[in-house]
Structures are given as structure tokens and as C-alpha cells.
């Protein structure tokens, strides 16, 4: 062991920063996490009483958080299905070279360089609840002031205020900024298909639908996967986007567990704000180890 430290001892000093540094602010607060969690702190006075999983099952029981459980699911469902489908369009729009492909691509693109708190800002006014103009009163504002004035003010709604379906208007915002993300990884894989398989497609008689669902889809599926692991992460652990475009971080009809963790905390509730903390860690490793088993296990092939 001992004769071969000049060829991994060099490697193991060059690296030793960067595991003690990630071992420690990492794995080392996910296990304070995780302890906090299992106390009865839920007031800024200090407590080490261990309580186990009652945390735990308090949360899973009370009404507020499989509100907020739900929301998450409503909201990953929406994320997912709108960026995907607008993706993949735009992608199969610009599919073929031609001219003006990379200023429409910057167009698609430019969102993402646009941080949540700054487009929250500005999707807070478009995504105004106000729908009718009243004498004297505050006029309305934003989508529901542009359906009106093109005659369309039946189409006005509450959109993230509605108490049951708001927390899918966020998902709104979220889709313009980040369709143009999947939208990228759609046409590297587009481009990643030789022309010879399409035309080989086309000689043995294949139509386009069936070219596009026996060749082309099949070859997206990998791309398929990795937008969805992506965004479905990203999903899970939607907060700023959130709080900008809501004043209020307890308002119930957004509330998802990242909104509840943070009003949990400032609220000195540690205990609880923990264990959502440790649920969500829980969710996002459910959706990326696989990914990450999935990927390793190809590489191997």
C-alpha cells in the first residue's frame, strides 16, 4: 500500500480540500438537519429532547401540509408537461438549418438569463387577481387587463389566488423561463440523429408520423429523461420564484413544503422546518438517484 502512495498520494492531497469542505458543510448539516428534526424545538428555545419520527407524522397528518404536499404534485405536473411540450415544438421548429435559427434560438434562450426574482417581479404584475374595472377603484392590471381589452374578459381569472388550482399559475412563469432550456437539450438531440437513419427510414417506406414515433422519439428518449429529472428537481424545490410573485410567503393557496419550511422557520419552529427540510431532500433523491443508477449503469455498457 504504502509503495504506491506517490501515484495516489498527489491525487488524494489535491482533492482533500474538497471532500473535508463537502463532507462537512454538506453531509455534516444534513445530519445536523436531520437531528434538529427529531427534537421538540419548535420555539427559540433551545431543547434536545429526542422525539423520533413525531415530527414526522404530525406533519403527514395536519391538513396544511397535504395541502402543500398537493400543491407540489400539481405544480411538478404542470412545470413538467409545460416545458416539455413547448420544448420540444420550439425545438422541432428549428430542427432544420435555416435562416434566422439563432436568432429565434436566442429569443427561446434569453429567459434563462433572467433570474426567478427578477421575472417574479414582473410576472407579479402580470398575474394581477383584479378583474373588473370599478368606478373610482384600482384598474385592472396585467393579463386580465389585456384579455379585457381584446374582448376576451370572460377568460379573466385569480390565477395564483385561487385557493385550489393558483399554485398552477406560478408554474406559468416558470415555463416561459425554462422551456427554452429543454428546448436546447431537444435539439442537441435532434441533431444527434444521423440523416442516414431518417433516410434509410424513408427508402423502407416509412411515413413521417411513423418515422417520428419508430426512429426519431426512440432516439429522444435519453433527452426525454434528463429534461424531466432536471425539471422535476427543480420543481421540488421551487421557492424563489414563489416569493417574489407572492407577498406573502404563508398565503395558503401557493403554499408548497419549500414556502412552508421557510414561514416554519422564521416562525422559530426549527424542529418542523427541519423535517420538511429532510422530506424534500428525501423527494429530490427519489427523483435523481434513480437518474443518476440509470446513467451509470448505461455508461458501463
Known amino acids: 500500500m504504502f509503495k504506491n502512495v506517490k501515484t495516489w498520494g498527489p491525487a488524494l492531497l489535491l482533492v482533500s480540500p474538497t471532500i473535508i469542505l463537502v463532507g462537512i458543510f454538506v453531509y455534516g448539516l444534513i445530519a445536523v438537519n436531520i437531528q434538529m428534526s427529531m427534537t421538540d424545538q419548535h420555539t427559540a428555545r433551545p431543547s434536545d429532547e429526542f422525539v423520533g419520527l413525531d415530527n414526522y407524522f404530525r406533519l403527514f397528518a395536519d391538513a396544511d401540509f397535504q395541502h402543500a404536499l398537493r400543491n407540489l404534485v400539481l405544480l411538478t405536473v404542470v412545470f ?7 420544448g420540444f415544438l420550439w425545438a422541432w421548429v428549428l430542427e432544420r438549418p435555416d435562416r434566422g435559427e439563432g436568432f429565434f434560438r436566442s429569443i427561446y434562450l434569453f429567459p434563462m438569463a433572467v433570474s426567478f426574482i427578477a421575472s417574479g417581479v414582473v410576472w407579479r404584475w402580470l398575474l394581477s387577481s383584479l378583474q373588473t374595472d370599478q368606478q373610482g377603484g384600482e384598474r385592472t392590471t396585467g393579463l386580465n387587463r389585456l384579455l379585457d381589452s381584446v374582448g376576451l374578459g370572460f377568460l379573466q381569472n385569480s390565477w395564483w389566488s385561487d385557493p385550489n388550482w393558483g399554485i398552477a399559475a406560478i408554474a406559468v412563469p416558470a415555463i416561459w423561463q425554462l ?4 428546448m436546447a437539450l431537444f435539439l442537441a438531440g435532434f441533431r444527434g440523429i444521423p440523416d442516414e437513419l431518417r433516410e434509410a427510414a424513408r427508402i423502407d417506406g416509412c411515413s413521417e408520423w411513423q418515422l417520428y414515433r419508430h426512429v426519431i422519439f ?7 429523461l434528463s429534461a424531466v429529472i432536471i425539471i422535476g428537481h427543480m420543481s421540488l424545490k421551487l421557492f424563489d420564484l414563489i416569493r417574489a410573485i407572492v407577498p406573502d410567503a404563508n398565503t395558503y393557496a401557493v403554499q408548497v413544503p419549500a414556502t412552508q419550511m421557510w414561514v416554519k422557520y422564521i416562525g422559530s419552529d426549527y424542529a418542523d422546518s427541519a423535517a420538511i427540510g429532510t422530506i424534500l431532500l428525501v423527494l429530490v433523491a427519489l427523483v ?3 437518474y443518476l443508477v440509470y446513467t451509470s449503469r448505461q455508461e458501463k455498457r
Open 179 to 182: 422551456a427554452g432550456y429543454v
Open 288 to 290: 435523481v438517484v434513480p
Open 218 to 224: 426512440p432516439q429522444l428518449s435519453p433527452v426525454m
Open 80 to 86: 413538467l408537461a409545460g416545458t416539455l411540450i413547448f
